[in-house]
C-alpha cells in the first residue's frame, strides 16, 4: 500500500511518527481542511501530470488552480492532469493520496510559488486519509524537489 512506502520512507529520517491518519476521508482539499481542522489553503495539493512524455508532479496551496497559460509558458505542453489509473502506475500513489513522497523513479516533483507564504503545510502521505505536517524546507529536503515554479492562480487574490 501506498502509505507504507511513505511510511517507510519517512522512517530512514526519524519521522515516520510525524503521519497522521484519519478514521475520515482527507481524499480532497476540503475533506483534508476538515480533518485537520486548518484553513483549505494549507492543504498541500499534490497534482499529477504528464509532461513530455513523463509524469510530474506540482504541489501548490488549496486554494490555487493551474493557470493554463503559465502552465504552458513553463513545460511547453498544455496541462494535461494523469486519470486515475494512469496517476496511481506512473507516480506511485492514487488519487486521493497523491504525495511527492516516496514517488516511481523518473517522477519530477515542483513545488508552486502558492505555498511559499505559509510557515507549514499539510500533503498527504500516500493514502485518501492521511497527512504530515511541514514546514518549507522541510518540504523542500523530502519531496525531492526539481524547482519552485508559479505555474497557479487564484491564490493571490484572497
Same mark, same amino acid.
Given at each position: &500500500?501506498?502509505? +507504507?512506502?511513505?511510511?517507510?520512507?519517512?522512517?530512514?529520517?526519524? &519521522?515516520?511518527?510525524?503521519?497522521? !491518519?484519519?478514521?475520515?476521508?482527507? =481524499?480532497?482539499? @476540503?475533506?483534508?481542511?476538515?480533518?485537520? *481542522?486548518?484553513?483549505?489553503?494549507?492543504?498541500?495539493?499534490?497534482?499529477?501530470?504528464?509532461?513530455?512524455?513523463?509524469? /510530474?508532479? /506540482?504541489?501548490?496551496?488549496?486554494?490555487?488552480?493551474?493557470?493554463?497559460?503559465?502552465?504552458?509558458?513553463?513545460?511547453?505542453?498544455?496541462?494535461? &492532469? %494523469?486519470?486515475?489509473? +494512469?496517476? $496511481?502506475? %506512473?507516480?506511485?500513489?492514487?488519487?486521493?493520496?497523491? #504525495?511527492?513522497?516516496?514517488?516511481? !523513479?523518473?517522477? =519530477?516533483?515542483? %513545488?508552486? $510559488?502558492?505555498?511559499?507564504?505559509?510557515?507549514?503545510?499539510?500533503?498527504? #502521505?500516500?493514502?485518501?486519509?492521511?497527512?504530515? $505536517?511541514?514546514? /518549507?524546507? @522541510? %518540504?523542500?529536503?523530502?519531496?525531492?524537489?526539481?524547482?519552485? /515554479? *508559479?505555474?497557479?492562480?487564484?491564490?493571490? $487574490?484572497?
Amino acid at each position: &500500500m501506498s502509505i +507504507e512506502k511513505v511510511k517507510t520512507y519517512f522512517s530512514q529520517y526519524g &519521522m515516520a511518527g510525524r503521519i497522521r !491518519e484519519f478514521s475520515v476521508s482527507s =481524499a480532497t482539499v @476540503e475533506l483534508a481542511a476538515q480533518a485537520l *481542522d486548518c484553513q483549505p489553503c494549507r492543504i498541500a495539493k499534490t497534482l499529477s501530470f504528464l509532461a513530455d512524455g513523463r509524469p /510530474i508532479l /506540482i504541489v501548490a496551496a488549496g486554494d490555487a488552480k493551474i493557470d493554463n497559460p503559465k502552465y504552458k509558458a513553463q513545460f511547453g505542453t498544455k496541462a494535461k &492532469m %494523469l486519470a486515475p489509473q +494512469e496517476a $496511481e502506475a %506512473l507516480v506511485g500513489h492514487a488519487v486521493g493520496g497523491v #504525495c511527492p513522497f516516496a514517488v516511481n !523513479e523518473g517522477v =519530477a516533483v515542483y %513545488l508552486d $510559488e502558492s505555498l511559499r507564504r505559509f510557515d507549514t503545510v499539510f500533503p498527504a #502521505c500516500g493514502s485518501g486519509n492521511s497527512a504530515i $505536517e511541514l514546514s /518549507i524546507p @522541510e %518540504l523542500e529536503r523530502y519531496s525531492n524537489y526539481t524547482a519552485w /515554479i *508559479d505555474v497557479c492562480k487564484g491564490w493571490r $487574490e484572497g
